[in-house]
T-cell receptor, first 109, second 114 residues
Framework: GQNIDQPTEMTATEGAIVQINCTYQ??????LFWYQQHAGEAPTFLSY??LDGLEEKGRFSSFLSRSKGYSYLLLKELQMKDSASYLC??????????WGAGTKLIIKP | DVKVTQSSRYLVKRTGEKVFLECVQD?????MFWYRQDPGLGLRLIYF???????EKGDIPEGYSVSREKKERFSLILESASTNQTSMYLC?????????????FGAGSRLTVL
């Protein structure tokens, strides 16, 4: 079966760095997405990785290793507004998205 | 600013009622999707559409139907609501069918079936 695993909840301190991991087992691979979802709001797109390596976008970076079936989202200089759920999704060989259950990130002052 | 609008944020319905969830996008996107989001589970695809009057079943279509009469509007229908359909329903649209298929989501419709 197809599976995406990510931690259920993480806690970090304002100003610090946090890494949210995502491992996947899917039928084929056509890219990995990260979305951010604040409570009660729509998920919004953060990043897309299809090749191995690190993609940096401001305070957020996303890493992919296809051989290991592994990605992480790195958030630097954490702000209170970064408190949200972070959703990992993989596009399989049929171009269908398989979603993880999301990681709830709690930022403490 | 691109937008996906879901007409109802909160609905409370009784078992057996027919429920309509409306979704409109203003981005001229070809593709539209309905997902449900439940605690502890990833988003699950109910139905999607790649064109007007076209629909495809997703992973959990049982108990649902959809309608896409116009490009900008994609409706989800629960013919006879049941308590296990209590959930958050998310509509999304996208420009591409493959590759960097970035989804734009609506804010969601939280349905409670009593």
């Amino acid at each position: 079966g197809q599976n995406i695993d990510q931690p259920t909840e993480m806690t970090a301190t304002e100003g610090a760095i946090v890494q949210i991991n995502c491992t996947y087992q899917t039928s084929g691979f056509n890219g990995l997405f990260w979305y951010q979802q604040h409570a009660g709001e729509a998920p919004t797109f953060l990043s897309y990785n299809v090749l191995d390596g690190l993609e940096e976008k401001g305070r957020f970076s996303s890493f992919l290793s296809r051989s290991k079936g592994y990605s992480y989202l790195l958030l630097k200089e954490l702000q209170m507004k970064d408190s949200a759920s972070y959703l990992c999704a993989v596009m399989d060989s049929n171009y269908q998205l398989i979603w993880g259950a999301g990681t709830k990130l709690i930022i403490k002052p | 600013d691109v937008k996906v609008t879901q007409s109802s944020r909160y609905l409370v319905k009784r078992t057996g009622e027919k429920v309509f969830l409306e979704c409109v996008q203003d981005m001229d996107h070809e593709n539209m999707f309905w997902y449900r989001q439940d605690p502890g589970l990833g988003l699950r695809l109910i139905y999607f559409s790649y064109d007007v009057k076209m629909k495809e079943k997703g992973d959990i279509p049982e108990g649902y139907s959809v309608s896409r009469e116009k490009k900008e509007r994609f409706s989800l229908i629960l013919e006879s609501a049941s308590t296990n359909q209590t959930s958050m329903y998310l509509c999304a649209s996208s420009l591409y069918n493959s590759g960097a298929n970035v989804l734009t989501f609506g804010a969601g419709s939280r349905l409670t079936v009593l």
